[in-house]
């Protein structure tokens, strides 16, 4: 057994202990030094002479240690460290930057120890010093890194600070856009309602033979759908105004179905014949929601579906409700004339009119999206040319 441990073991390479203690003092990874209790060296390794670029004779007995470091150090040592090395006897990790001989400097930890003779008197000061170029390198860049993040981070509130004031400001805008829309139409309903009296007034003060004339009937025709015109959008832009406070609306169980059924009734009028309006909201029979927003988007997404229709076939809408997640998804179909890619991404625009051959303000589907944003949900349209389209709203699930 013994022999297989001595074949195992692999053979000692005698110059190893052939190291003696002065070559592990000259090449130690560390500057070591010696030096009297008034800093006159009397000792240098290797190491440290190769630091400093000094020979032995230049240093040994010829400087103190005070003059290896730099003014700020030499001053430290001085008032600081050598007093604390007689009081207590050592000294640990003491930050300097030794200058060497080419006038360039290197940071070093300096951790000292006093010898005393027998009777106690300081005899001799044993200096260690530990090379800390890539430890402060790496600080430098922590610092860098730190510096950069602060940076970074101040730029970035001074962003958010900028955006604030530009929201800010959007808000007030906003605010004055539609105390000037509610001023500007409340103010107009006299002047409007004033022309639409004197219209009346003029077709019944005309003689009847005039007032039946094709030019003046087609002109009072004219002047009584622009006044029309005109008294609708009055009101849709007051409604506009209205619609920032669609927020605090109290909302309340609504009857889908029922809804629907008296939105149906309303837009009977406007119904050409053979025209087909369905639901399908089993999933969802009631909706929690404010009943004259809801009624508002259902009017608006029925309307535009009889309004636009293709002249080819008669109109068909259906009205869907479903719940996916936390979310309730409310989709009119229609089976009308359709929309570009173009025109869909202008769909939702205040005053946006795409199909000019029939009576519109452009305001209906801008009211829709205010409505439905300002509940903290979505509307998207999904359409094809000559095929027709698909409105889905999609709302937080208030279902009751």
């Keep these: ?42 000792k240098v390794n290797q190491t440290l002479l190769t630091w400093l670029g000094y020979t032995r004779p230049e240093l040994v007995a010829q400087r103190s240690l005070q003059q290896l470091l ?57 200096v260690m010093l530990f090379d800390i170029t890539a430890r402060q390198q ?11 993040a602060d940076d970074q981070r101040a730029q970035l509130a001074q962003a958010n600070a ?8 959007l808000t007030r805008t906003n605010a004055d856009l539609d105390t000037f829309i509610y001023t500007a139409s409340h103010d107009l309903r006299v002047p409007i309602a004033n022309i639409e009296g004197l219209l009346a007034l003029l077709g019944s003060e005309l003689p009847a033979a005039v007032r039946q004339g094709p030019e003046v009937a087609h002109i009072l025709a004219l ?33 889908l179905a029922a809804l ?20 399908a909201v089993d999933q969802c029979p009631h909706f929690f929601f ?31 409700c479903r719940r996916a997640g936390h979310q309730v998804v409310l989709e009119v179909q229609d089976n009308g004339l359709g929309l570009s890619a173009e025109q869909q991404g202008q769909l939702f625009g205040l005053f946006q009119r795409l199909h000019n051959h029939v009576e519109g303000t452009g305001i209906g589907l801008y009211m829709v999206k205010r409505i439905v944003e300002n509940a903290g949900g979505t509307i998207t349209v999904q359409s094809q040319p000559d095929v027709g389209s698909t409105f889905i709203v999609t709302l937080p699930a208030g279902v009751a």
Excluded: W
């Design 1 to 42: 057994m013994k022999a297989d441990d001595d074949q195992s073991t692999p053979p000692l390479d005698l110059r190893l202990t052939q190291e003696s203690a002065e070559d592990l003092y000259e090449q130690a990874p560390c500057g070591y030094c010696s030096c009297l209790p008034d800093g006159t060296l009397v």
């Design 70 to 126: 730099t003014l700020g150090g030499a001053l430290h040592f001085e008032m600081h460290g050598m007093p604390l090395l007689l009081l207590q006897g050592y000294v640990r990790e003491l930050s300097y930057q030794l200058r060497r001989k080419d006038g360039t400097t290197q940071p070093v930890l300096l951790t000292a120890t006093l010898v005393r003779n027998q009777d106690g008197s300081p005899l001799v000061v044993r």
């Design 138 to 148: 790496y600080e430098q860049e922590l610092l860098r890194a730190k510096q950069l």
């Design 162 to 169: 900028a955006l604030t004031e530009n929201n800010q400001l």
């Design 223 to 255: 002047m009584k759908t622009s006044v029309d015109r005109f008294t609708t959008t009055i009101h849709q832009l007051t409604d506009i105004t209205q619609l920032q406070q669609s927020q605090t609306t109290p909302a309340e169980t609504v009857d």
């Design 260 to 279: 629907f059924d008296a939105v149906c009734l309303d837009l009977a009028p406007q119904l050409p014949a053979a025209a087909q309006l369905t639901r």
């Design 290 to 320: 404010a009943s004259n927003h809801l009624r508002s988007i259902l009017y608006n997404l029925l309307s535009n579906g009889i309004k636009y229709c293709h002249p080819d076939r008669p109109p068909v809408v259906q009205v869907r």
